[in-house]
């Protein structure tokens, strides 16, 4: 992971920068956080696009938080170049 000092002041103090996408179930009133986090804006935007390539589940938007838990071992990457195209 490429980190300067500052970042990690800054993810000491406020926390590590995560995403998260809100979905809702078609048909329904249902809207829920999606169970995967991501550690990037570009993955999330992945996701999205994969939900909303579904029948079932409709895209929201996604939000942004800080925690000062470390998901990094447990989130959702993608594994694509950044760039590259959906």
């Known amino acids: 992971m490429n980190s300067t000092v500052l970042k990690e002041v800054i993810a000491f103090l406020f926390g590590r920068k ?6 809702a179930t078609k048909g329904t009133t249902k809207m829920e956080i999606c169970s995967y986090i991501f550690a990037t804006k570009y993955d999330a935007d992945v996701h999205r696009h994969d939900i909303e390539s579904t029948l079932s589940f409709q895209f929201i938007e996604t939000i942004s938080f800080r925690s000062r838990r ?3 071992p447990a ?9 590259t195209s959906l």
């Not at 995560?18 to 979905?23: L, S, V």
């Open 75 to 83: 989130v959702k990457s993608y594994g694509r170049a950044v760039g």
């Open 18 to 23: 995560y995403y998260a996408n809100i979905i």
């Open 70 to 72: 470390d998901y990094l």
